[in-house]
Every structure is written in C-alpha cells, then in structure tokens.
C-alpha cells in the first residue's frame, strides 16, 4: 500500500508543483476591460502581437510548472482571431469598436500580459457605424 502511495505521488509531483505555481502566479492576477476603435491594420497588429504571446508561451512556459499559462493564453487568443477575420470577410467594414480583457500575471518577475474575451461592438463602414 505504501509502495502503491508513493508511485502515486511520484508519478503526480509534476501536476502537484504545477498546481503549486499556479496558486502563487494568480495572486498577481490583474484584469481590466478596454473598448478601442481599430482601424483593420491595427486589428492585424493587435492579432499578430496576440500571436506572437502565445507563439513566445508555447516555448517559454511549456514547462511543466507554467504549461497552464501556455494553454490560458492559446484559449485567449481564439477570440481575437475570431474577430480579426469577421473584419477581414467583411471588405465593406474599415473599422470597429472592440471591447476586450486585458489579463496580466507577475511570473519568473516578469510580467505576461495578454488580451481575452474580444468582442467586436461595433462596425463602421461608408454609411457610418452599426452595431454587430
């Protein structure tokens, strides 16, 4: 039975210690919410920034201790993708009003900061703005 407990343990120390970091990195959790009127070239640039968060992510917290950061970030960043290419299918739409959260972590000192929760309000065209 012992020897059974301590494989369990063994086989478990990665996911405890994960959990560990986690607890202590979300202490210093801070959220806030923007809404910004993007120009379609700085949606590319706020998708592409997003993409290189999570693209620097995958490599630097695919450890075992901050994998749980890396797939936070992933999940975040399908919302901007999701609304950069309804402003792209839509030619007839120069710019929106977005409304998103901005999540930022304290961890290895330094900060990770990365944008959640997107949401296109509003779409202006030739004939002025509508609301999506």
């Not at 059974?4 to 806030?32: D, G, M, P, R």
């Not at 402003?87 to 120069?94: A, I, M, S």
């Not at 999540?103 to 002025?128: A, C, L, P, R």
Request: charged fraction near 30%; hydrophobic fraction near 35%.
């Amino acid at each position: 039975m012992l020897i059974a407990i301590a494989l369990v343990l063994f086989f478990s120390f990665h996911e405890i210690l994960s959990l560990c970091n986690k607890i202590y990195v979300h202490k210093t959790k801070e959220e806030s919410t923007v809404t910004k009127i993007l120009t379609k070239d700085e949606f590319l640039q706020l998708k592409e920034k997003q993409e290189a968060i999570y693209a620097g992510s995958y490599d630097k917290w695919y450890r075992w201790k901050t994998q749980w950061l890396s797939n936070e970030v992933k999940q975040a960043t399908g919302t901007i993708l999701d609304d950069y290419y309804f402003l792209w299918e839509h030619p007839e739409y120069d710019s929106a009003k977005i409304k998103y959260k901005v999540t930022k972590y304290k961890e290895d000192g330094k900060t990770v900061k990365y944008i959640s929760n997107s949401k296109i309000i509003q779409v202006h065209s030739k004939n002025g703005w509508k609301n999506k």
